[in-house]
Nanobody
Framework: VQVVESGGGSVQAGGSLRLTCTASGSTYTAYCMGWFRQAAGKEREGVARIEADGSAIVEDSVKGRFIVSRDNARNTLTLQMNSLKPEDTAMYLC????????????????WGQGTQVTVSS
């Protein structure tokens, strides 16, 4: 499985960016797709994901500003980021990994190389 992200860049605070992730190759019915981010000097944290039942989970830190959606036919995940803040600056990584309770903590599954998002004040 190959996971590839695109759409990062630099933007001023209050602006918007859209990230896209595509997983190609084998598909797994019990796998979910989602976004993590890691800022310099900080631990990786979950951002948003699509659960096995199709529901969207958005972490509190970005709730109300970020929207996650998935195109199952294309195995593509999109993250629409609005009202960006400097604290959103990070490397954003897409993951295609087993759904379930260990989603946030287990470093399993397939990961992309990441795309950098930089928000200036």
């Amino acid at each position: 499985v190959q996971v590839v992200e695109s759409g990062g860049g630099s933007v001023q605070a209050g602006g918007s960016l859209r990230l896209t992730c595509t997983a190609s190759g084998s598909t797994y019915t019990a796998y979910c797709m989602g976004w993590f981010r890691q800022a310099a000097g900080k631990e990786r944290e979950g951002v948003a994901r699509i659960e096995a039942d199709g529901s969207a989970i958005v972490e509190d830190s970005v709730k109300g500003r970020f929207i996650v959606s998935r195109d199952n036919a294309r195995n593509t995940l999109t993250l629409q980021m609005n009202s960006l803040k400097p604290e959103d600056t990070a490397m954003y990584l897409c993951a295609y990994k087993p759904c379930g309770g260990t989603w946030l903590s287990a470093p399993n599954g397939f990961w992309g190389q990441g795309t950098q998002v930089t928000v200036s004040s």
